[in-house]
């Protein structure tokens, strides 16, 4: 997906950038962030649960399904933000030039999973919504990660093996004033879906580091 190479991700941790520091607050991270003018058409849902269901009922899918959906989400967070560079330039606040080191930030990767505890969330404020997203107005692009086996049982009890789970994950720009509460967040995370992409080895990310956007792995 082009949204996720280092020149696109550079532009739009840019475009965050500028953007937050006028809305983000540290007392009301739930909404500062989460600006109606961008919000996308329908939020995210979790891959995981949406094609297991389609399994269920018909005991079968395809890998290609999951690439498509990835291309869906890639598509409507693309779309958010060309709305919020179109925002920034009316308003006079578009950033003149890229900053190479992610404007003090860090990415994050939330990936398609979360028992819907509400932990993560509480302890970040509402940082984090009840899926463990950030939000949105931090989206940056929605990345390809590795596979995974997994099995799913339809109504009837006999079990059908999928071949192989496409990991996914929502990519976002962190402001370095909320930092913390997105570490609190991440620190009880029962399921652990959420990492800083410097911690994540996955194409997107080798690209990141090769490209000196991320530090190299230790």
Not at 59 to 66: L, P, V
Request: aromatic share 8%; net charge negative.
């Amino acid at each position: 997906m082009q949204s996720s190479n280092p020149t696109v991700v550079r532009r739009r941790a840019g475009e965050i950038a500028a953007w937050c520091p006028q809305r983000g607050r540290h007392d009301d991270p739930q909404h500062s962030l989460r600006t109606q003018a961008l919000r996308p058409s329908h939020l995210l849902t979790t891959p995981l649960e949406r094609h297991l269901e389609a399994a269920r009922r018909r005991r079968d899918y395809t890998q290609h399904e999951f690439l498509r959906v990835g291309a869906e989400r890639d598509a409507l967070i693309d779309a958010m933000s060309r709305k919020r560079a179109e925002l920034l330039r009316v308003q006079g606040h578009y950033p003149p030039e890229m900053s190479c080191d992610l404007a003090g930030g860090r990415l994050l990767l939330s990936e398609d999973a979360s028992v819907w505890d509400g932990a993560s969330q509480a302890e970040s404020k509402g940082f984090f919504d009840e899926d463990d997203l950030p939000p949105w107005d931090t989206w940056l692009c929605y990345v390809q990660g590795t596979d995974y086996p997994i099995a799913a049982v339809p109504p009837a009890g006999n079990p059908t093996i999928i071949p192989a789970w496409q990991m996914w994950y929502l990519v976002a720009w962190v402001p370095p004033t909320l930092l913390d509460l997105a570490v609190a967040g991440m620190s009880v995370n029962p399921v652990d879906c959420i990492h800083w992409a410097e911690d994540v080895d996955i194409p997107f990310t080798r690209e990141l580091r090769a490209a000196g956007v991320l530090m190299a792995l230790s």
